[in-house]
């Protein structure tokens, strides 16, 4: 049976680097590839190229930019500063229209089975943004798992003494869910996050 040719071979293996890309997703995009005609393929290689050229992180909150600093800086009320694990949960909280305040992205969190400690993450890019002054909040917005609340936790208490409120997102079920499926943690946090009606 004859092999795969190498250049082929060399894309399917690029694309199963991508996040959540296995072997036949990887060959599939391969195959989409060299299936498009030659300016798509010439558009779609300038777009990675152009990308990975101009955009940069934000020297202010750490989010992906093509300006310093970034949009979000520049418009966001800098009194409230939302703490995020990454780039793409700014995205989404940006969609919530009610939000105006500016981002902080830690590029990770706080996981001892990863080797990744509160040094390898920019906690201390946010504590100096909050000495600073001029902030009011700090809305903790980490995922709500064993890492992303023990990161929480962690920045809350070094936040507590510089005298600005720290919050954090409320957890619990979601909305369409059945309380049957939902585990006893979830559960849990909604109970404790109840509102009066």
Same mark, same amino acid.
């Given at each position: 049976m004859r092999t795969m040719i190498e250049p082929v071979a060399a894309l399917i293996n690029s694309f199963t680097k991508l996040p959540g890309v296995g072997h036949k997703t990887a060959m599939r995009y391969a195959f989409c590839v060299l299936n498009m005609p030659e300016e798509q393929a010439a558009e779609f290689v300038?777009? *990675?190229?152009?990308?990975?050229?101009? &955009?940069?992180?934000?020297? +202010?909150?750490?989010?992906?930019?093509?300006?310093?600093?970034? &949009?979000?800086?520049?418009?966001?009320?800098?009194? &409230?500063?939302?703490?995020v694990k990454e780039p793409k949960d700014v995205l989404a909280m940006e969609r919530i229209s009610s939000y105006r305040g500016v981002f902080h992205v830690l590029h990770g969190t706080i996981s001892p089975l990863d080797n990744r400690s509160p040094d390898d993450i920019r906690i201390k890019e946010l504590i100096k943004r909050v000495a600073a002054g001029g902030i009011r909040e700090v809305i903790l917005a980490t995922n709500p798992d064993v890492q992303g609340e023990a990161t929480a936790a962690y920045i809350a208490k070094l936040l507590k003494p510089l005298g600005v409120k720290v919050t954090r997102i409320a957890q619990? *079920?979601?909305?369409?869910? +059945?309380?049957?499926?939902?585990? +006893? &943690?979830?559960?849990?946090?909604?109970?404790e996050n109840r509102k009066e009606v």
């Open positions: 300038k777009a *990675i190229t152009e990308a990975k050229a101009k &955009v940069h992180f934000c020297p +202010e909150c750490g989010n992906f930019t093509d300006r310093s600093p970034c &949009v979000a800086c520049e418009r966001g009320d800098k009194s &409230v500063v939302c703490v619990g *079920i979601s909305m369409g869910s +059945e309380l049957e499926f939902a585990d +006893e &943690v979830t559960l849990s946090h909604a109970l």
